[in-house]
């Protein structure tokens, strides 16, 4: 005959109701762009290279990464149109 173990302890093999699938709440909020529309790329201010991986938020870029230098600062990043007007050309 088999008993039941203490009441202090849990049974070996206990739900973990605190788990759940959460995958939903880890998703990045969708917003529409208000304050300007989405780029196709930016362009790193450090190596002057486009970059394509960036995600835009409310209307602002919020994360962005330069694949050939590392530069992840959102402020070191700017528009085509940026570009040419700080370059002149």
């Known amino acids: 005959m088999v008993s039941a173990p203490p ?3 849990a049974p070996r093999y206990a739900r973990n109701d605190t788990h759940r699938d959460r995958s939903s709440q880890l998703r990045a909020p969708c917003y529409p762009f208000h304050d300007m529309e989405e780029p196709e790329y930016f362009i790193c201010l450090q190596c002057e290279t486009p970059t394509y991986q960036f995600e835009f938020v409310n209307g602002k870029l919020a994360t962005v990464v330069c694949n050939v ?3 992840d600062d959102a402020s070191a990043f700017v ?3 940026e570009y040419e007007e700080q370059t002149g050309g």
């Open 7 to 9: 009441a202090t302890q």
């Open 69 to 71: 230098c590392g530069a």
């Open 79 to 81: 528009t085509e149109a």
